[in-house]
């Protein structure tokens, strides 16, 4: 149990040091959309997961985007409004709507993907290769774990 005098090092505490990272590095990668595709970078999450998984519902997406259903929402009725997004009603449950991609939404997808892959092999340069498969594996474990303690708190 840490010091209740202790003092909280804000450039090494790791959540902080994350959110940042991840904040950056969204930002960087939606200035490579934003202009030109005109999309938000939830709008974009939520192509990216329809264009992997599809069809999805709005809960689903969210789910996979790890964002909260009022945003995914949102960005699904923008990017229906634009025809990239497609609303199919569940014949076995009238209550249920899977999305996917309209044509025109995977054209822009089609576009936006070598991008985004591009701005990530240029990121992980930082890294060597063994550095790289570390990462990922630090990650993931990571994830797991911080998945697991919210599922305890």
Known sequence: MPNALQALEL?????Y???VLAQLVSESLHDLYAQP?????TQWRVMAALGRFAPLTASDVGQ???MDKVAVSRAVAGLMKRGLVERATDRSDRRRASLKLSARGRAM???????ALG???RLYKALSPDERRGFDALSDRLFAHATALRGTT
């Not at 450039?11 to 959540?15: A, D, G, T, V, Y």
């Open 11 to 15: 450039e090494k505490f790791l959540p």
């Open 17 to 19: 040091r994350l959110s």
């Open 119 to 121: 701005y990530e092999a």
């Open 64 to 66: 996979r985007i790890v």
């Open 109 to 115: 997808h089609a576009r936006i993907v070598p991008l």
């Open 37 to 41: 595709f005109g999309l938000s970078v």
